[in-house]
């Protein structure tokens, strides 16, 4: 894998072993960057994710991240060592740039960190303020976007976001990196958009992606 190489994680909740195990790994995959896809805690604390991060620290591996519905709203403010929120933000690393939305759409179950469909596209919309043309763009969303393979529950219900999916019709970035339904693991596409739901760490899953002229992803398991 030539290019930028990355370890890409969500849904720990709260699972500091899972964590620890998964710096670890990227110590030992020699990555240059870790991406987590939210839900970092389970209905935790702010200082609760900052511990689960810390491993990352201690390995010296950045960590971008959003949160997920699981996640307090507050995190999105927190100033974490080694770890940046990228939640309606970007991060540029060489000529990938990744922009971010966290929490989920509006759920039954009221969590904490949920939003409307119109306040995820603003988020998304605040990431492109600015051009990014010269750049490949990696959109990392806790929600997947709706009507794919990566949304639908074991209920057969498509779980994800409307505004996901119309930001990649409309704007087509070349990677989408998410998470949200544990049991849509897998690969997709829309169009040219590359999108990969690697599954929970809690449980031992993550990917590798390496962004370069081309990009690779490889799905994992401890």
Not at 109 to 126: G, H, K, Q, V, Y
Not at 156 to 165: D, E, I, L, Q, T
Request: charged letters at 25%; proline letters at 6%; hydrophobic letters at 40%.
């Amino acid at each position: 894998m030539n290019g930028l190489r990355a370890l890409v994680l969500t849904d720990l909740h709260g699972r500091i072993a899972a964590s620890r195990e998964m710096a670890y790994k990227a110590e030992e995959e020699h990555v240059d960057l870790v991406i987590l896809c939210g839900d970092i805690t389970h209905f935790g604390s702010a200082q609760t994710a900052k511990a689960l991060l810390s491993p990352f620290g201690e390995v010296r591996i950045p960590v971008v991240f959003v949160p997920g519905n699981c996640d307090p709203p507050s995190l999105v403010g927190v100033d974490i060592e080694g770890a940046e929120c990228i939640h309606g933000s970007r991060r540029f690393f060489g000529d990938v740039a990744f922009i971010g939305v966290g929490g989920s759409p509006v759920t039954p179950f009221s969590t904490p960190f949920e939003m409307s469909e119109e306040a995820i596209m603003e988020t998304l919309s605040r990431c492109l303020e600015d051009s990014l043309e010269s750049y490949r763009v990696v959109l990392v969303s806790h929600a997947p976007p709706k009507d794919t393979r990566l949304d639908l529950t074991f209920l057969g219900v498509h779980g994800g976001s409307s505004s996901v999916r119309r930001f990649i019709e409309e704007r087509s970035p070349s990677l989408v990196l998410c998470g949200h339904i544990h049991e849509a693991v897998g690969i997709d596409r829309i169009e040219a958009t590359l999108i990969v739901n690697p599954g929970p760490a809690r449980d031992g899953n993550y990917a590798l992606t390496c962004i370069g002229e081309e990009i690779e992803v490889e799905l994992k398991h401890l």
